[in-house]
T-cell receptor, first 110, second 115 residues
Framework: GQNIDQPTEMTATEGAIVQINCTYQ??????LFWYQQHAGEAPTFLSY????GLEEKGRFSSFLSRSKGYSYLLLKELQMKDSASYLC???????????FGPGTRLSVLP | DVKVTQSSRYLVKRTGEKVFLECVQD?????MFWYRQDPGLGLRLIYF???????EKGDIPEGYSVSREKKERFSLILESASTNQTSMYLC??????????????FGPGTRLTVL
């Protein structure tokens, strides 16, 4: 079966660092993606991992361990505009299908 | 910039009506997808298409059908709308299957309410 887990909600303070975890069990794997979705808007692409390790992109970093079926998204120097839902998604072996997690709603407080 | 557009942002229909949701992308992507998004359930795949006139069922195809007559356009059809189809519907498109970084690009979504 296909299963992706993320915490439902997280709260953090402006300027802080937050780590959003994602665990997955999927029948195939050809990359893990993170998306950001503000309320009422479409998801937008944040990051991509296909090999183990850390990918850094400005204030955002994403980590992958394929053997553990685990990823995290790290957000540094949090800003109020980072308040959004963060979706973890796994692409299947054939590169066509994405399986999405339920999303983590992050609230950044002043 | 990739652009994915959907025909309506908000739609209100009555039970039993036939509903058409249209999606158009301008990046010549082969793959197009229809999802619904419900609180606590995340994005669930309804149907996808990897070529013109080709379609594949996703995880929750019951009560839906799709049409892809042209590469840039992918339509979702609710043959007889029911209240449990009230949801946010998101269309997405993506590039060549298997490419290392091909992500999915999403349209703005259609919030459908069935009364």
């Amino acid at each position: 079966g296909q299963n992706i887990d993320q915490p439902t909600e997280m709260t953090a303070t402006e300027g802080a660092i937050v780590q959003i975890n994602c665990t997955y069990q999927t029948s195939g794997f050809n990359g893990l993606f993170w998306y950001q979705q503000h309320a009422g808007e479409a998801p937008t692409f944040l990051s991509y991992n296909v090999l183990d390790g850390l990918e850094e992109k400005g204030r955002f970093s994403s980590f992958l361990s394929r053997s553990k079926g685990y990823s995290y998204l790290l957000l540094k120097e949090l800003q109020m505009k980072d308040s959004a839902s963060y979706l973890c998604a796994v692409r299947d072996n054939y590169g066509q299908n994405f399986v999405f997690g339920p999303g983590t709603r992050l609230s950044v407080l002043p | 910039d990739v652009k994915v557009t959907q025909s309506s942002r908000y739609l209100v229909k009555r039970t039993g009506e036939k509903v058409f949701l249209e999606c158009v992308q301008d990046m010549d992507h082969e793959n197009m997808f229809w999802y619904r998004q419900d609180p606590g359930l995340g994005l669930r795949l309804i149907y996808f298409s990897y070529d013109v006139k080709m379609k594949e069922k996703g995880d929750i195809p019951e009560g839906y059908s799709v049409s892809r007559e042209k590469k840039e356009r992918f339509s979702l059809i609710l043959e007889s709308a029911s209240t449990n189809q009230t949801s946010m519907y998101l269309c997405a498109s993506g590039g060549t299957s298997g490419s290392s970084t091909d992500t999915q690009y999403f349209g703005p979504g259609t919030r459908l309410t069935v009364l």
